[in-house]
């Protein structure tokens, strides 16, 4: 009796009628784990697989970098800078006809429709609030702005009432790096107690929307006074804070709903800690990896 013969799958460069993405989709159970971590992660996110390199994905598909390449052979290219150009040439497509389908294919419906909801209102203004904050930020700021956070022996972040949680994310984000940070969220004697050791190896950063809190402009009055670095993010560019602040980085807070919108304070945020992140990332790289960050 004959055995049944077992169809070998054609490699990628075999089926020029097919997108990367299909193709692996086509081929999906026939990954490992790892390897459907790593393909489930490049139908997902393209755009960034076009352009990161096998470390960084493998670091964002909690895997390793070999099972990246792996994973580009068994699809039947040499390595991964083959599967990227791929990738890539995908992207490009699908960009040129304004959505995934290839030449023919309907363009993707807007972004947001002109009959808006309410949820749709408050989203298309956080998509302009992080435009806008893009657009108008000054890139010297910015670069000084990481500087000061990833040279300044100790950090104090002053955020008080709804500033408070950012300013804790921001802490735990520079926590992440190992860097020394602290924060004042409330006039308690133990954040008065902070202040007051407040030096010239202090970088103090004093986030604000709106009115600031006087809490935040006293720290910044004092850490002007005590000749500590200065940083203020604020939603406004007459803020106090801003005016007695060093380094300035303004985001915008538009929104249709009965608070400001802080979307763009935390991508500025996130910005930042990758920014110091960036700075040296062989260091910093075991010990993000130990908490499997995405």
Avoid at 206 to 229: D, N, Y
Avoid at 257 to 283: E, F, K, M, N, P
């Amino acid at each position: 009796m004959k055995r049944a013969a077992t169809t070998t799958p054609l490699p990628y460069e075999g089926t020029k009628h097919q997108t990367l993405s299909a193709y692996i989709q086509a081929r999906f159970d026939e990954f490992s784990r790892s390897q459907k971590d790593v393909a489930q992660y490049i139908v997902d996110h393209l755009d960034e697989a076009a352009f990161q390199t096998a470390e960084e994905l493998a670091r964002r598909a909690n895997t390793s970098s070999s099972t990246v390449v792996r994973f580009s052979q068994a699809l039947g290219f040499e390595g991964f800078p083959e599967l990227q150009g791929a990738a890539r040439d995908e992207y490009r497509r699908m960009h040129a006809t304004g959505g995934r389908g290839g030449v023919g294919a309907p363009t993707a419906e807007p972004l947001f429709s002109l009959d808006q909801s309410e949820f749709e209102t408050a989203l298309a203004a956080d998509h302009v609030n992080v435009e806008e904050t893009a657009r108008k930020v000054s890139r010297s700021d910015v670069e000084a702005a990481i500087d000061a956070l990833a040279s300044t022996p100790r950090v104090l972040i002053i955020g008080t009432d709804q500033m408070a949680f950012f300013a804790s994310y921001l802490r735990h984000l520079l926590a992440l790096l190992d860097l020394r940070a602290d924060i004042v969220a409330s006039p308690s004697q133990e954040a008065l107690g902070k202040l007051a050791r407040i030096d010239a190896d202090t970088l103090v950063v004093g986030l604000s929307a709106g009115r600031p809190h006087p809490l935040v402009v006293r720290a910044m009055k004092l850490a002007r006074h005590r000749k500590a670095r200065t940083l203020a993010v604020v939603d406004a560019t007459l803020s106090e804070v801003a005016k007695l602040a060093q380094i300035k980085l303004y985001y915008s807070s538009n929104s249709p709903a009965y608070v400001r919108s802080h979307t763009a304070l935390l991508s500025t945020i996130q910005a930042l800690a990758y920014g110091v992140y960036s700075r040296d990332a062989d260091q910093y790289a075991d010990r993000i990896k130990a908490f499997r960050l995405k």
